[in-house]
């Protein structure tokens, strides 16, 4: 309760940041989206990560709130680099409860509406898989409306969460990420390296595409080309970073 409170007036007085890590293409050099990242800039512990208020919150409607400034700071963030003549696709991570909730996409079609300038295609959602999805069907009807809206899903930290495959089999997610958990041992721990061959495989197989999060070494990116996963994010790229660190890094990196 002390903490809910304490979230609550963090939230009142504004101390909530987005970070954003780039995403890229490797074989391109492109940089195809950046992911926001939450962080509380709290005035007494400084910066705090989302892992130690977020499950917090888990079960409160102050999980819906926040999540909405998420989105809403994100789509303000993409219409300040637009401003620039950077066009960079934000993804903001959504739990799997928030898209349940009700009238998530009628609430997201009114922040969409807030941003007319945005294009809702400079918007990619990715699905935490951290509770389990109790009713597919609604939450692929949720997701067919808001990709009516002209949002994109990812499916996020696949392979670990509670029934991956029928997620990727019944939900309208164009984006698959690995989860960090694979890739960061695919070079020595042979059981690694297949269920990441796997499911490069399976993207493939389902027309999704994929992308290998927690990148943290030239040799991972080269091993990961190999298997023609392109797509990828991690600290050998770039590692979380200010929004204005951003326009600078995008023009620099390669
Ligand atoms: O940025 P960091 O490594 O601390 O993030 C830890 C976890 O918190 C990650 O699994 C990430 O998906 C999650 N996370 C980060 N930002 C958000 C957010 O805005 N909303 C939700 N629901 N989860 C987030
Ligand atoms: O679960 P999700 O995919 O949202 O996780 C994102 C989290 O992973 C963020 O907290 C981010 O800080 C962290 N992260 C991003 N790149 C790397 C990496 O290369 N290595 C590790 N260990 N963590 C990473
Ligand atoms: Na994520």
């Keep these: 309760h002390e903490k809910l409170e304490l979230i609550r007036m963090a939230l009142d007085k504004n101390e909530f940041i987005l970070y954003y890590q780039p995403k890229v293409n490797m074989k ?28 917090a919150i888990e079960n409160n409607v102050l999980s819906i709130e926040l999540g909405e400034w998420v989105i809403s700071s994100a789509l303000k963030q993409i219409k300040l680099w637009n401003n620039l003549g950077l066009d960079i696709p934000v993804s903001v991570n959504i739990s799997a409860i928030q898209l349940q909730s009700k009238d998530f996409a009628t ?88 269920i990441v061959e796997s499911v490069v495989a399976l993207s493939r197989s389902f027309k999704r595409d994929v992308i290998a999060e927690g990148v943290e070494t030239i040799a991972h990116g080269t091993a990961l080309l190999e298997l023609g996963c392109e797509l990828a994010q991690g600290y050998a790229i770039a590692r979380p970073m200010m929004a204005t660190d951003i326009p600078d890094w995008s023009t620099n990196w390669h």
């Design 28 to 55: 391109t050099g492109a940089i195809i989206g950046a992911e926001a990242l939450i962080r509380w800039q709290s005035p007494g512990r400084g910066l705090v990560g989302p892992n130690d208020f977020l499950p």
């Design 107 to 194: 609430r997201l079609a009114h922040l969409l509406a807030e941003f007319p300038e945005v294009s809702p295609r400079s918007l990619e959602l990715e699905v935490l898989e951290t509770s389990e999805i109790g009713d597919l069907l609604q939450v692929s009807e949720t997701m067919h409306t808001c990709i009516e809206l002209g949002v994109t899903f990812a499916l996020d930290d696949f392979g670990t969460g509670y029934s991956s495959l029928s997620h990727l089999r019944r939900l309208p997610a164009n984006l698959i990420k690995i989860d960090q958990s694979f890739i960061r041992d695919m070079l020595i721990d042979p059981n690694d390296l297949v």
